[in-house]
């Protein structure tokens, strides 16, 4: 396969950053004995597709006290989605860490397990996924608690290294798409009419009940 001249550029201008990092992240693996394997894969299952995040931003937008949190979380991976999946992908069309069978990757790549996946490698669709859902929860919820939103999409953006089905470069850049795409998504929702944050669907389930009493 023919790189794209911004794939062929990643691949050369950050290739001892990407080996150095995947190294010092794979430091867990041998330190650990592969006790974080299973953790890592759980991790990244979570952002597979987006689905998690997908339902749980839908049933937060779905309750009336978490709707604003929801309606943010949902129109930033939207956002995401469309710029990362439409555009960054297909137009940079980087091939994943483990094509090159000759590479540095790929022996760390079979020794993880071989997850393959079916798209382009930059930027990491998992790791934009996690930031563009996790920056309005982090924006629009308490900072005591709410950082802790960002330290998932932190360990998303590990466990797709430690796979090796990313190169750090991708997560990186996953992490940049994803925070814009977040405070995007979190200035439309803060913006929106507030009868959408007022509308209480359980309140006019209970009155179209109250109703149909009466009328029997």
């Not at 604003?68 to 710029?83: E, K, Q, W, Y």
Request: include cysteine; hydrophobic fraction near 55%.
């Amino acid at each position: 396969m023919e790189l794209t001249a911004t794939a062929l550029w990643l691949n050369t201008a950050f290739a001892g950053f990407d080996q150095g990092v995947t190294a010092v992240v794979h430091k867990l693996y041998e330190a650990a004995g592969g006790f974080f394997t299973p953790i890592m894969e759980v991790i990244s299952l979570m952002g597979k597709g987006g689905i998690f995040l997908i339902i749980l931003s839908l049933i937060l937008a779905f309750l009336k006290k978490t709707r604003r949190f929801g309606t943010a979380m949902c129109l930033g991976l939207a956002i995401g989605a469309i710029f990362v999946n439409l555009f960054l992908k297909v137009a940079i069309a980087r091939p994943r860490p483990y094509a090159d069978i000759n590479g540095f990757f790929y022996p760390l790549w079979v020794m993880m397990g071989q997850h393959m996946e079916s798209d382009m490698s930059f930027p990491s669709g998992h790791t934009n996924a996690a930031f563009a859902a996790m920056v309005p929860l982090f924006i629009l919820g308490n900072k005591k608690v709410s950082w802790l939103a960002l330290v998932f999409g932190v360990l998303m953006g590990i466990s797709r290294i430690y796979l090796v089905v990313h190169f750090p470069t991708d997560v990186i850049g996953g992490l940049i798409t994803g925070t814009i795409a977040g405070m995007i998504g979190t200035l439309i929702a803060i913006n929106l009419p507030r009868k959408w944050y007022k509308w209480d669907l359980f309140k006019k389930r209970e009155r179209d009940e109250s109703c149909s009493d009466l009328a029997s």
